[in-house]
C-alpha cells in the first residue's frame, strides 16, 4: 500500500499527549523521507515535523519542544509523540511520503 496510513488520533484536553503512527506498507519504506503536515478548521495545511532515513529531524517552530517525530523501519512506521498539547494544535493531521498523503486522522485540544 503506498498511501500512507495515520492511526491514533482522538479528543484531549490543553497539557496532554497523544501518540501518532503512519504505516507505510512498502519495503521502501526505509529510504524515504516521512513527514507529517496539519489543518486546522479555515487555514491552510501546514508542516508539523518530518523525518529522513537518516535519520534527521525538523520541525516547526510552533512544536519544537514538545513534539517528537521517530520511525520503525522493521514496522513501516513514523510516529509523531504529541506532548504538552494546546487548543491550537487542534486539526486533522496528515502523514506524507513523496506526492502521497493518507486520509488524516482528527485531534482535538480541549482548553
Known amino acids: 500500500q503506498v498511501q500512507p496510513v495515520e492511526s491514533g488520533g482522538g479528543l484531549v484536553q490543553a497539557g496532554g499527549s497523544l501518540r501518532l503512527s503512519c504505516v507505510v506498507s512498502?519495503?521502501?519504506?526505509?529510504?524515504?523521507?516521512m513527514g507529517w503536515y496539519r489543518q486546522a478548521p479555515g487555514k491552510q495545511r501546514e508542516f508539523v515535523a518530518d523525518?529522513?532515513?537518516?535519520?534527521?529531524?525538523r520541525y516547526a517552530d510552533s512544536v519544537k519542544g514538545r513534539f517528537t517525530i521517530s520511525r520503525d523501519n522493521a514496522k513501516n512506521t513514523v510516529y509523531l509523540q504529541m506532548s504538552s498539547l494546546k487548543p491550537e494544535d487542534t486539526g486533522v493531521y496528515y502523514c506524507?511520503?513523496?506526492?502521497?498523503w493518507g486520509q488524516g486522522t482528527q485531534v482535538t485540544v480541549s482548553s
Open positions: 506524507n511520503w513523496g506526492n502521497n
Open positions: 512498502r519495503t521502501f519504506f526505509r529510504f524515504v523521507t
Open positions: 523525518i529522513t532515513n537518516n535519520p534527521d529531524t
